[in-house]
């Protein structure tokens, strides 16, 4: 002890904790405090998980469930400047009496009464609360029998509340502005394709749902069918084979590619980390059509699978907020497990079909002993490649690994976890020393990586540096194991990063396709141009205020950041005359200190996707395939000559 009678160590300024120091939030309050508690990530809109798409759906789910109780056969969804959302159902509209209630208390809805709404996605009387809680304009319209209930909030606060008479029909009526304050959406914006490809799930689960999304019809006739077909970028082997239940709906097909490809729902939920309806389907899809044949290994029969699943649970659990992973293992309180009850299906519906369908069967078994003769063909090989990888991760030089990772079932930031590909170990090391050691990892590439279009899968094995990147994804057994959320190529932004790009790319679409289209593949956008002008050179007290906001400070410098040559012409109006400009050439010309700023936050990443139309063999044909007269032809038709610069534009 001291002798002021302090214990040894502990400061005399210690912060006081008292009675004030407790405080109740309200449920307005709690959510605006802690969104994250209730729709994950926040986001600009950039990605689909970001949070704007959970409010959107939030307030979707509540009209589709409408739907599922036969209350409305069509939704109209409008986005307004890509900001302002308003979405009309004809259900039955919220009870009058109890709609302010409805939207801006927590646990209180309609929901946990079994009889009304017995299998529905949103059962924690959360949703549409959050939604208010997080726009900074929401309104909620009830028309029921006659009568129209109004009311207005501003972040979560009752601004109005009117009841008129009406002509318009039963339903509910939701408008709603994301706030776009700093601890919230910040510069969000919702983009066309990633809502319209969030309606088209909807009406996949939900068919003969029409939405009417900006002026626009989408209707599904086919179900999962219809999602087969509008997702697959490989050609199918066999049509697509379509089963329905009671609470289940399966479709399944094989196409000429590499890998598993799933979809799966629950309640019209999207769960794209699947859960324990798609591990069962998994399991018994295989067994079935081995049990069939009578022969054949689990592998060989999923390799190139594309299906999809969708169930119907009684109060499902999910393992998270958002709701993308289902943790139930029982269709109802009292009822089957669910391995059972999808096992119980696919074992007769399945069964039932090939029998039936003796060319499909014939088929199916083609593809099957075409995927077994090349596991055999390269077994060797491939072991060999496992020994060697084994070794390597042991003291993986190219690898500098993080200690959060997405296969980390119980983590909070598994979400955050990525993996930077760069070429050279220069771009790494600027990479390396300015990550976050947490949730940023870095694989480094020797150069430019093997063209593998149209080399077997047995390239991955005999490559070093595909086998070791396999090897760090952990992926080679599908994405249940993927250990990074966020595969993100970090490549120069000239000819050579280009090309590096593509021949990644390349192999990820020739071997690992779902790696691509489960979103999980992006392009770091690294700034070309570093902007700066000395403090005391610029004169307008506005400019420099606007200047501060937006840039990092080095001693008497202003220095703005610049992705485009667009970017640099605006921050040369803004910052002055004379500025100093400095061309980035490459990732390793860039100091760790800025690099950190590139790859924290404010990270630009551009994912990969792939439309509908795309056809994956067509493109790598075309673009990485031989030099075929049609790329040439293209060349020089689209040719440009850029004239050399003035002198004027010649960079510091």
Same mark, same amino acid.
């Given at each position: 002890?001291?002798?002021?009678?302090?214990?040894?160590?502990?400061?005399?300024?210690?912060?006081?904790?008292?009675?004030?120091?407790?405080?109740?939030?309200?449920?307005?309050?709690?959510?605006?405090?802690?969104?994250?508690?209730?729709?994950?990530?926040?986001?600009?809109?950039?990605?689909?998980?970001?949070?704007?798409?959970?409010?959107?759906?939030?307030?979707?789910?509540?009209?589709?469930?409408?739907?599922?109780?036969?209350?409305?056969?069509?939704?109209?969804?409008?986005?307004?400047?890509?900001?302002?959302?308003?979405?009309?159902?004809?259900?039955?509209?919220?009870?009058?009496?109890?709609?302010?209630?409805?939207?801006?208390?927590?646990?209180?809805?309609?929901?946990?009464?079994?009889?009304?709404?017995?299998?529905?996605?949103?059962?924690?009387?959360?949703?549409?609360?959050?939604?208010?809680?997080?726009?900074?304009?929401?309104?909620?319209?009830?028309?029921?029998?006659?009568?129209?209930?109004?009311?207005?909030?501003?972040?979560?606060?009752?601004?109005?509340?009117?009841?008129?008479?009406?002509?318009?029909?039963?339903?509910?009526?939701?408008?709603?502005?994301?706030?776009?304050?700093?601890?919230?959406?910040?510069?969000?914006?919702?983009?066309?394709?990633?809502?319209?490809?969030?309606?088209?799930?909807?009406?996949?689960?939900?068919?003969?749902?029409?939405?009417?999304?900006?002026?626009?019809?989408?209707?599904?006739?086919?179900?999962?069918?219809?999602?087969?077909?509008?997702?697959?970028?490989?050609?199918?082997?066999?049509?697509?084979?379509?089963?329905?239940?009671?609470?289940?709906?399966?479709?399944?097909?094989?196409?000429?590619?590499?890998?598993?490809?799933?979809?799966?729902?629950?309640?019209?939920?999207?769960?794209?980390?699947?859960?324990?309806?798609?591990?069962?389907?998994?399991?018994?899809?295989?067994?079935?059509?081995?049990?069939?044949?009578?022969?054949?290994?689990?592998?060989?029969?999923?390799?190139?699978?594309?299906?999809?699943?969708?169930?119907?649970?009684?109060?499902?659990?999910?393992?998270?907020?958002?709701?993308?992973?289902?943790?139930?293992?029982?269709?109802?309180?009292?009822?089957?497990?669910?391995?059972?009850?999808? /096992?119980?299906?696919? %074992?007769?519906?399945?069964? #039932?079909?090939?029998?039936?369908?003796?060319?499909? @069967?014939?088929? *199916? !078994?083609?593809?099957?002993?075409?995927?077994?003769?090349?596991?055999?063909?390269?077994?060797?090989?491939?072991?060999?490649?496992?020994?060697?990888?084994?070794?390597?991760?042991?003291?993986?030089?190219?690898?500098?690994?993080?200690?959060?990772?997405?296969?980390?079932?119980?983590?909070?930031?598994?979400?955050?976890?990525?993996?930077?590909?760069?070429?050279?170990?220069?771009?790494?090391?600027?990479?390396?020393?300015?990550?976050?050691?947490?949730?940023?990892?870095?694989?480094?590439?020797?150069?430019?990586?093997?063209?593998?279009? /149209?080399?077997?899968? %047995?390239?991955?094995?005999? #490559?070093?540096?595909?086998?070791?990147?396999?090897? @760090?994804?952990? *992926? !080679?057994?599908?994405?249940?194991?993927?250990?990074?959320?966020?595969?993100?190529?970090?490549?120069?932004?000239?000819?050579?990063?280009?090309?590096?790009?593509?021949?990644?790319?390349?192999?990820?679409?020739?071997?690992?396709?779902?790696?691509?289209?489960?979103?999980?593949?992006?392009?770091?956008?690294?700034?070309?141009?570093?902007?700066?002008?000395?403090?005391?050179?610029?004169?307008?007290?506005?400019?420099?205020?606007?200047?501060?906001?937006?840039?990092?400070?080095?001693?008497?410098?202003?220095?703005?950041?610049?992705?485009?040559?667009?970017?640099?012409?605006?921050?040369?109006?803004?910052?002055?005359?004379?500025?100093?400009?400095?061309?980035?050439?490459?990732?390793?010309?860039?100091?760790?200190?800025?690099?950190?700023?590139?790859?924290?936050?404010?990270?630009?990443?551009?994912?990969?996707?792939?439309?509908?139309?795309?056809?994956?063999?067509?493109?790598?044909?075309?673009?990485?395939?031989?030099?075929?007269?049609?790329?040439?032809?293209?060349?020089?038709?689209?040719?440009?000559?850029?004239?050399?610069?003035?002198?004027?534009?010649?960079?510091?």
């Amino acid at each position: 002890m001291t002798e002021d009678n302090n214990i040894i160590g502990q400061p005399n300024d210690q912060v006081q904790y008292d009675e004030e120091n407790i405080r109740h939030l309200s449920d307005m309050e709690h959510v605006r405090t802690r969104p994250g508690m209730y729709i994950g990530r926040l986001g600009d809109g950039s990605l689909p998980e970001d949070g704007i798409y959970v409010l959107l759906k939030e307030v979707i789910d509540n009209s589709i469930d409408e739907f599922k109780m036969h209350a409305g056969d069509r939704l109209e969804v409008t986005i307004e400047d890509n900001l302002r959302v308003s979405v009309r159902d004809y259900g039955r509209g919220i009870p009058q009496g109890k709609m302010i209630e409805a939207v801006s208390v927590l646990n209180t809805g309609g929901k946990y009464d079994s009889k009304a709404f017995k299998k529905s996605v949103g059962l924690n009387g959360v949703g549409v609360k959050a939604v208010n809680a997080l726009s900074a304009h929401f309104e909620v319209r009830s028309y029921r029998d006659g009568k129209v209930r109004k009311a207005t909030f501003e972040r979560g606060e009752m601004t109005s509340d009117v009841t008129e008479d009406t002509q318009d029909e039963n339903g509910t009526y939701i408008y709603f502005e994301p706030d776009a304050d700093d601890k919230l959406f910040k510069g969000y914006r919702f983009h066309d394709d990633i809502v319209e490809n969030m309606l088209r799930n909807y009406t996949y689960l939900n068919t003969g749902l029409a939405i009417m999304y900006n002026g626009r019809r989408i209707l599904s006739r086919h179900g999962l069918e219809d999602l087969l077909k509008d997702r697959m970028t490989n050609e199918a082997l066999y049509p697509i084979i379509h089963l329905q239940g009671e609470d289940i709906e399966i479709a399944f097909t094989h196409a000429n590619q590499y890998g598993e490809e799933y979809y799966s729902f629950v309640n019209g939920q999207h769960t794209t980390q699947g859960g324990t309806h798609q591990s069962a389907f998994k399991e018994h899809i295989a067994r079935t059509i081995r049990d069939f044949f009578g022969k054949y290994e689990y592998g060989d029969i999923r390799t190139g699978i594309v299906a999809a699943i969708a169930i119907n649970v009684e109060e499902p659990v999910f393992e998270s907020q958002t709701k993308i992973k289902l943790g139930s293992t029982l269709m109802a309180p009292d009822g089957d497990t669910i391995n059972k009850y999808v /096992g119980d299906f696919i %074992k007769q519906q399945v069964d #039932n079909y090939l029998h039936i369908h003796g060319d499909v @069967a014939e088929a *199916i !078994e083609n593809k099957v002993k075409e995927s077994e003769r090349e596991r055999k063909a390269m077994a060797g090989v491939t072991k060999l490649a496992r020994e060697r990888a084994k070794k390597a991760n042991l003291h993986n030089r190219k690898l500098r690994d993080c200690r959060i990772h997405f296969s980390d079932a119980k983590n909070d930031r598994k979400e955050e976890s990525c993996i930077f590909i760069t070429e050279g170990d220069s771009a790494s090391g600027s990479i390396t020393k300015s990550r976050d050691v947490n949730t940023q990892a870095v694989f480094s590439l020797r150069g430019k990586p093997l063209n593998s279009f /149209g080399l077997t899968k %047995k390239v991955v094995y005999e #490559n070093e540096e595909f086998n070791l990147l396999q090897a @760090a994804l952990d *992926i !080679e057994e599908g994405l249940d194991t993927l250990r990074y959320n966020k595969v993100i190529v970090a490549t120069d932004a000239d000819v050579d990063g280009m090309h590096i790009r593509l021949l990644i790319i390349t192999f990820f679409l020739q071997f690992f396709p779902e790696l691509i289209k489960k979103g999980h593949v992006y392009v770091l956008q690294t700034p070309l141009f570093r902007v700066r002008n000395r403090r005391t050179k610029i004169k307008n007290k506005k400019v420099i205020a606007e200047a501060d906001a937006k840039s990092d400070k080095k001693g008497d410098f202003i220095t703005r950041y610049c992705y485009s040559e667009e970017e640099r012409l605006t921050a040369i109006g803004e910052l002055g005359p004379d500025p100093e400009i400095t061309r980035f050439k490459g990732l390793g010309e860039i100091s760790p200190d800025e690099f950190a700023g590139f790859i924290g936050p404010d990270i630009r990443l551009e994912q990969v996707t792939l439309h509908k139309n795309d056809q994956v063999q067509k493109l790598l044909e075309y673009y990485m395939g031989k030099n075929t007269m049609e790329r040439q032809n293209f060349i020089i038709d689209n040719l440009v000559v850029e004239e050399d610069r003035p002198e004027e534009d010649v960079y510091e």
